[in-house]
């Protein structure tokens, strides 16, 4: 199972830090994405953490967004700074490999 928070509406330029806690399997021994959807558009891969904390960005958040792990909380973090009305849509996490149903989500919000 899979549980996002942490969106909301953001002005443009500005900073969220995204939550995702997992439950049902090791946490500490899979890599995780964070994806978004953004209004009618396809779900897109953000980043990538592996169990190790090795991270890979897409080119679109490189080097204004973070993802970091805090496995004994079972959770992942997305941390975005810089954001702008592209960033809006609904975040999800999962796992990089035998993907869990999807959660709800998290709606992000940027105004222009």
């Known amino acids: 199972q899979l549980q996002a928070s942490g969106g909301g509406l953001v002005q443009a330029g500005g900073s969220l830090r995204l939550s995702c806690a997992a439950s049902?399997?090791?946490?500490?021994?899979?890599?995780m994405n964070w994806y978004r959807q953004a209004p009618g558009k396809q779900r897109e891969l953000l980043a990538t953490?592996?169990?190790?904390?090795?991270?890979n960005y897409a080119d679109s958040v490189k080097g204004r967004f973070t993802v970091s792990r805090d496995n004994a909380k079972n959770t992942v973090y997305l941390q975005m700074n810089s954001l702008n009305a592209e960033d809006t849509g609904v975040y999800y996490c999962?796992?990089?490999?035998?993907?869990?149903?999807w959660g709800q989500g998290t709606l992000v919000t940027v105004s222009s």
């Open positions: 049902g399997r090791l946490f500490s021994s899979n890599a």
């Open positions: 999962n796992f990089l490999t035998n993907r869990a149903p």
């Open positions: 953490i592996t169990s190790g904390g090795s991270t």
